[in-house]
DNA sequence: CGTTTGCTTGACAGCATTCAACGTTGGTGG
DNA sequence: CCACCAACGTTGAATGCTGTCAAGCAAACG
């Protein structure tokens, strides 16, 4: 049984300062003509270790990891990370901002997989052919760690906690895949969007951010393409929503009045 | 862009002699007695070796392989392999036979997340939470290999070949997902089922079988599950097919008349 | 040979989509 | 500062695909 009948990004620890910052914050020092993207901030020192792909080592297998994450990447909101095609080298790390992944058919139609916030991993599916398999898309401007794939495997064949971390990071992404397809298998909208929303804020709070209220970092379309609803019927299913009580909403400000009666739609079958 | 809008096993060889056998066709000598989980057919002399888990790799990594797959487990159609919630200790690659897996929410509900065929792995779910994600289920007499994932782990710290197949087969299971997830978020019905059947007689002609004709090994109704669908609607649309020249379906006999004709199917946006 | 399980088909209903119009927001440039 | 535009969001009405319910048939099993 799926607890949440959601995918849930299973953390255990909260952290409360994963908020974004300019690079800018950082750069106090004689070294700042230097492109941005060599700044280090090591996994060792990072606010999202708890979170990301440190989790559980031990302070000098850190100090390797923190070698191997040696840059970083800003993009840009509405900008891509990555496109369906590229060579694949390296994983990514979400450090600050909110992406989406989508998959694409010939024929146009495109689905939304995910939607990737701070110490989410990024680009797994490209192990598989050496390409990258989806396109990885700013929602709002970001910074990710580059994790170079090739010195990650050499790295976590000398450290077996890293090597089971990043087992447990991709068979974590299986599981909450099929928890999306019982949810696009299964699931009526008004029950689609109350599990959506009750992931969001799952997740968000894991971070330090609030549990009952959020700002949507993507439109009513995208939400839409990742439910398997057109925009209409989820811009319809947020009015009922707040008709009933359950939510207030704003446009994209999303107050939560209901957790219980939003559970509730996700554990009936029948209402 | 997907190649097939919809999830492919990508093999590259294939092989003749992957159709099931029960074990008393190997039990011809003294050690009848013995329990048949002990029998050793090992990697490097199984006829699946291009479709599984050894892909690419050397005959002295091979050999190491074998001495890490030394059980296999036979398991009656309608059976279980294992279950949500079992302890995770192995994962399993389909030797003979067919199964499906699927996941249950809370309030009774559940989803095929996948048919899985010879040379393919079983209970990578697990990983995650050292707990199974999800069930599966035998759909006919079938034989797996129990690879104990520790033992997995550690030789894959030893053979980097070993390693990056593994995390190529985690990343594949993540882009056929992805590829699940836009079938049952943007596909309709005549859509989903001309894809499931395209994808599996690919598969199944990767192993030796017709890419014309096959016999399903699963219901309507466990087809429907997957393919987000009630088996009335699955029904519905077989017979559809048939009337269409597509197919020729008696029950679970199904011959492709129109390989060309369901592939347009698949790749038109509106009809 | 009867019972169970699975499959097919029909009639009807309902939920989500489609099409359309209008409202809101935020950014840009006059 | 305000007007304008484009992108996004909301809401209504009608259509249609799929689900639901029901009945009958076929195949499998003991």
């Known amino acids: 049984m799926l607890n949440s009948t959601f995918p849930i990004t299973d953390v255990s620890a909260a952290d409360s300062t994963a908020r974004s910052h300019t690079h800018s914050d ?9 492109k941005y993207d060599t700044f280090k901030v090591a996994c060792s020192s990072c606010n999202l270790r708890e979170l990301c792909l440190p989790v559980g080592l031990s302070a000098p297998q ?3 990891l923190d070698s191997l994450v040696a840059t970083r990447k800003t993009v840009k909101r509405g900008d891509a990370l990555f496109h369906t095609g590229d060579p694949f ?38 192990i598989s052919t050496d390409r990258h398999a989806c396109d990885a898309i700013a929602l709002e401007d970001s910074q990710v760690c580059v994790i170079p794939y ?17 087992h447990k990071i991709m068979s974590r992404e299986i ?36 549990a009952s209220a959020l700002v949507l970092r993507m439109t009513r379309e995208e939400i839409g393409s990742y439910l398997g609803l057109k925009l209409e019927t989820v811009s319809r299913t947020f009015s009922k929503f ?7 909403v704003k446009q994209r400000d999303i107050r939560i009045m209901d957790e219980a009666g939003l559970k509730a739609l996700v554990n009936s079958v029948r209402c």
């Not at 939607?115 to 599916?125: C, V």
């Not at 009526?188 to 969007?193: I, N, Q, S």
């Open 175 to 210: 599981v909450r895949d099929h928890g999306v397809m019982l949810l696009l298998g299964s699931m009526r909208a008004e029950e689609r969007l109350a599990a959506f929303l009750l992931n969001l804020t799952q997740r968000l709070h894991a971070r330090g951010f609030s």
């Open 89 to 126: 080298r390296s994983v990514y790390a979400v450090r600050t901002g909110f992406f989406k992944t989508r998959v694409s058919s010939e024929d146009g139609r495109d689905q939304v997989t995910g939607f990737q916030m701070a110490g989410e991993l990024l680009g797994l599916d490209g």
């Open 62 to 64: 850190l100090s390797h």
């Open 150 to 166: 090739s010195q990650l495997e050499d790295l976590s064949r000398e450290f077996s906690d890293l090597q089971h971390q990043f």
């Open 242 to 248: 707040q008709e009933e009580g359950l939510l207030e």
């Open 26 to 34: 950082q750069c106090g020092t004689s070294a700042c003509s230097m």
